[in-house]
């Protein structure tokens, strides 16, 4: 039998596996206090990180709302929190992560990891090669992300979508889901009538040769001036939608021609972003849309509105309800969301499903999860969540806008990175020493990563301001400072000319240093992995993990200021290698190039 490399592992470092320190000292604590008081049904156990390495590195806050709930119950001895932690304490049972408890000010337990512990964690990551991702219950999930539209230019809300997104899919396949990212591109309605009537006038013969289109904002501008100013096309228009639904081949095929030349634009900013997704638009869902009308109706719960039928949710009367059928017979965004919330369900069978706009959209979602529940498409089990994002801004703090006040093409700002990008570069003079392949690969590392970053690094419900100068500064949380600290610490090795494979083989018989109290502290940044990943599989959050980059950085600037790896003479010949600690170094590396993949930044070799 293949022996894999988790079997290796098992068997030279026992059980220590990538978990949740977090998890696992809940479950302690929630033994402890069970024994301790055995009456209380549902006990509050609370674990912390410490905000001061004078707590330990770990609190439980347990003892204190105990403590109150004991004294409601009207027991005649009244016991303080300091005694609710010791009685706490003395049900504790030996763990092999924690070195010592400790009881403190008002009945805060202090809790101290054991550097054994560290050890074999680290160690299981070196020898694997790699930063295993914590256990988590598998689920089928869809992410629906960047969807923009057809013929409207994609626009700095849908790069939001599009980095979000992407970067939860990532999260989640490491995490090992199931994951089916999907493009909801806004491909059909009423707007697409008049497009096609403005094409068969403008280019008549459209079937046998491609039309100069390129320019599909003014082409729509001019399609809608049209429609709003001329009766007669209006209703060329009209008759248009109705036979593009009945999928006559002329129409459907100037339908397709509209729809690639966005398609082609869309894609190029895809492929320089190395965002990977499967487009599924609106138009996927006609049929469907159909057939979830006919159900709606079959089951009664659509109801007449000025000649609209509509569908409230499982609370009548609140909120705005979703409008399935407009008044002219015609589907709505409301309809093809119903439509693909079912096939989602039931075709694709997703327990998991995610929606990434702008918070604009939130009452849409929350109509549309309620609206699903009501009509049994959505069953208790399954998950919703509308992952919402707020508004970009310039640095005028205005609506983000070009100059003349257009909307920015994203295109253009892609651009713009890569020039501001290579200018920083050649500042550092990095021009000077790298070849001009890597000078390329640093400068497209550069311009798309601190674009993504400086997006996933803010609380995404916030409105974020879109700043060059920012995001490409060298110092303080960016994108451009992780990189070139994990390219430092990636260059350690370098020097001490030491590959990968040789110091994966040291692991034998080396231990990774962990006595220095940077060694210490730094190995712990490292070991809350798990807990970040995990509160992200729960809250869909990021800026934590960037968070948690910059937290690394510096503890490693810190690890490496005073701690030797690589000694050298005044002649600059190396005299002492450190291995203990360029396996520290190593691990800290494999971590950062976990979070920046998942983030989706692209450190290069030498930049
Ligand atoms: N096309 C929409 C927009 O630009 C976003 C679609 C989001 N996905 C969905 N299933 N509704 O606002």
């Known amino acids: 039998m293949q022996r894999n490399k988790l079997d290796d592992r098992m068997e030279l470092f026992g059980t220590a596996d990538t978990s949740s320190i977090k998890d696992n000292l809940c479950a302690v604590f929630h033994k402890a206090i069970g024994a301790a008081y055995p009456d209380i049904v549902d006990p509050p156990v609370i674990v912390t990180t410490s905000s001061n390495p004078k ?19 009207g027991k005649s001895t009244k016991q303080t929190p300091r005694d609710v932690a010791k009685e706490i304490m003395s049900k504790l049972k030996v763990f092999s992560v924690v070195e010592k408890y400790e009881i403190a000010g008002a009945g805060f337990i202090n809790v101290y990891l054991k550097r054994e512990f560290g050890q074999s964690v680290l160690r299981s990551w070196l020898w694997a ?36 997104g992407d970067s939860i899919a990532r999260l989640l396949e490491y995490l090992g889901h199931d994951v089916l990212r999907l493009n909801h591109v806004g491909d059909w309605g009423t707007q697409f009538g008049m497009l096609i009537a403005h094409l068969r006038d403008k280019f008549p013969n459209y079937l046998t040769h491609a039309p100069p289109i390129q ?34 081949p002329d129409i459907t095929k100037a339908w397709k021609m509209i729809c690639d030349v966005s398609r082609q ?19 996927f869902y006609q049929r469907h849309m159909e057939s979830i009308v006919a159900e709606l109706e079959l089951k009664n719960m659509l109801e007449e509105d000025n000649g609209r039928k509509v569908m409230w949710g499982e609370k009548h009367g609140s909120g705005i309800p979703l409008t399935i059928v407009k ?59 509308h992952v919402g994002f707020g508004v970009v801004l310039g640095e005028d703090k205005k609506k983000f806008k070009t100059r003349s006040g257009d909307t920015v093409k994203l295109s253009e700002l892609l651009d713009e990175g890569l020039k501001r990008a290579l200018q920083k570069l050649k500042e550092k003079e990095r021009d000077k020493v790298l070849s001009k392949d ?15 970053y400086a997006d996933l690094l803010h609380n995404r419900n916030h409105e974020y301001v879109f700043s060059f100068d920012k995001m490409l500064e060298d110092k303080g949380n ?46 712990k940044v490292l070991l809350k992995f798990p807990d970040i990943i995990l509160g992200i599989n729960e809250d869909l959050y990021l800026h934590p993990l960037c968070e948690f980059c910059y937290e690394i950085s510096c503890a490693f600037m810190e690890f490496y200021d005073k701690c030797y790896c690589v000694e050298k003479n005044q002649s600059g010949e190396i005299v002492k290698v450190n291995i203990g600690r360029l396996l520290l170094a190593e691990a800290t590396a494999l971590v950062l190039e976990k979070c920046f993949s998942l983030l989706g930044l692209k450190p290069v070799a030498q930049m």
């Open 438 to 452: 890597q000078l390329k690969a640093a400068q497209e590392s550069v311009a798309y990563g601190c674009i993504k």
């Open 55 to 73: 707590f330990g590195d770990y609190q439980c806050n347990s003892a204190m709302p105990l403590a109150q709930q004991l004294s409601s119950f």
């Open 129 to 164: 090669g790699q930063v295993l991702p914590p256990y988590v219950k598998k689920k089928r999930v869809i992410v629906d992300f960047s969807s923009p539209n057809i013929a409207k230019e994609m626009h700095v809300g849908h790069l939001r979508s599009t980095i979000i």
């Open 478 to 523: 960016t994108a451009v400072y992780l990189l070139y600290a994990l390219t430092r610490i990636r260059s350690i090795a370098r020097t001490a000319n030491i590959t990968k494979d040789e110091l994966r083989q040291r692991l034998h018989e080396i231990p990774i240093s962990l006595e220095h109290e940077k060694e210490w502290k730094l190995a």
């Open 265 to 283: 634009e869309f894609e190029k900013v895809y492929a320089r972003l190395d965002i990977k997704l499967i487009e599924r638009g609106e138009s």
């Open 215 to 248: 320019d599909l904002q003014t082409f729509y501008k001019e399609s809608k001036t049209r429609f709003d100013e001329d009766k007669e096309f209006k209703k060329r228009a009209y008759e248009c939608v109705v036979k593009l639904q009945a999928f006559e």
């Open 327 to 385: 008044s002219d017979g015609g589907f709505t965004y409301d309809t093809s969301d119903m439509a693909a919330i079912k096939h989602r369900v039931e075709q694709e069978r997703a327990d998991w499903l995610i929606y990434v706009t702008d918070a604009g959209q939130s009452l849409h979602f929350q109509m549309l999860e309620s609206c699903a529940k009501r009509a049994g498409i959505l069953k208790s089990f399954h998950r919703m969540d």
